[in-house]
């Protein structure tokens, strides 16, 4: 296992990854650290899944997906990786998109004991986590530095396939095209997240927005989010 790949070449939306790999179509589903819900949401309309439970552990967050869900198919609960609310092979797939290192590191084992508990055998673990590199994560370090809790939550997905508990079916490394029209749509998007505080002092703030619009041009902002995908079937 590689937790990056500097030769990766391929840009798209992770859209077109999360479909080629996965098997949704009549899949019970479980999605953890659902956020705003944008991938539960075009899952759902895709058609394909059966039922998508999707779990958030921000309070504000998960009300406002309560107070906006109008999808069928989808369940929203209050809820963290490393006590999922339930029951034992309960599900086909389960989603992480860029939330295990969200989760407490000492927490990250029993996040992976929880995910194959809840999947039925031979089931599929989709885990995307962003790769510390690129000129968007030269930004965001300045205020919120992620490189540790990365590199456990890659430690831990390693663990959990060196012990027998998943086998590893690939490794895939990609990059996400992100426009930022504007200075404020990247505060907006990136500083008020209610998931986590970011407080930045006058002069931080400064120089934040100082390397951002190094790269804004006419058009707004543009990055690449090198990202890997590590898909694991229960063991």
Do not use: W
Request: contains cysteine; glycine residues 4%; negative net charge.
């Amino acid at each position: 296992m590689m937790i990056s790949n500097p030769l990766a070449n391929l840009v798209c939306d992770e859209r077109d990854v999360y479909e080629q790999l996965l098997p949704l179509q009549g899949a019970d589903i479980l999605e953890l650290g659902c956020g705003k819900a944008e991938k539960t949401r075009a899952i759902s309309q895709s058609g394909k899944a059966r039922s998508i439970t999707a779990l958030e552990v921000d309070e504000i967050q998960h009300a406002a997906n309560l107070h906006s869900n109008d999808l069928a198919n989808v369940s929203f609960a209050l809820g963290g990786a490393e006590a999922i609310p339930a029951a034992d092979e309960s599900f086909d797939v389960v989603l992480m998109f860029k939330s295990l290192h969200h989760v407490p590191v000492a927490q990250m084992d029993r996040a992976m004991a929880e995910i194959r508990r809840v999947l039925r055998p031979g089931g599929m673990a989709y885990i995307s986590e962003p790769v510390f590199a690129g000129e968007f994560n030269e930004i965001l370090r300045l205020f919120h530095d992620e490189e540790a809790v990365r590199e456990a939550a890659f430690s831990a997905v390693e663990r959990a396939v060196a012990a027998g508990r998943f086998e590893l079916v690939s490794e895939t490394f990609f990059s996400t095209p992100t426009r930022f029209e504007t200075f404020e749509q990247f505060e907006e998007r990136i500083l008020k997240v209610t998931h986590t505080e970011h407080r930045l002092s006058p002069d931080l703030y400064r120089r934040v927005r100082e390397q951002f619009m190094r790269h804004m041009t006419p058009h707004g902002a543009d990055f690449e989010t090198p990202l890997r995908v590590d898909l694991l079937r229960k063991a």
